[in-house]
């Protein structure tokens, strides 16, 4: 026997080849699927009466916000989101609900109290207005 060689027995190789086979399936999968690769779930069905047409995906101002926007205004959505606490006076008329100057509610659905501009506000009010226009279910 030579030291520097490694000998396999036939069990060993079909594992092998079942192992490089699934390996391989997987790696088909995550270029196929990013959301499998990613271990992300999407949060759009590509069917069904929610659907979006194509170019729109759902805002999601709120997990169930379904109105189907443009990519940049769910963009400008997730970031108003993450800024909403910055954009409060808490000792305002409205409580801790109360904008700072310049900022409005956006009202993207009853109760939506995140401080936007008036202009993302007017685009969400136009969005919500064209909501059904844009699924494709």
Request: charged share 15%.
């Amino acid at each position: 026997m030579n030291p520097g060689k490694f000998l396999m027995s036939n069990a060993g190789k079909y594992r092998l080849s079942v192992f490089s086979a699934l390996v391989a399936l997987l790696s088909g999968l995550g270029a196929a699927c990013p959301g499998i690769a990613s271990g992300s779930v999407p949060s759009q069905p590509p069917f069904g009466p929610d659907a979006c047409k194509q170019g729109y995906v759902w805002r999601e101002a709120i997990p169930s916000d379904h109105v189907c926007v443009s990519p940049a205004t769910k963009a400008q959505t997730v970031s108003d989101n993450n800024l909403a606490v910055s954009r409060r006076n808490p000792t305002g008329p409205s409580g801790s609900d109360t904008c700072i100057q310049g900022y409005v509610w956006r009202e993207a659905f009853p109760g939506d109290h995140v401080c936007v501009s008036p202009a993302t506000r007017a685009q969400t009010a136009n969005d919500n207005s064209q909501a059904a226009s844009r699924r494709s279910g």
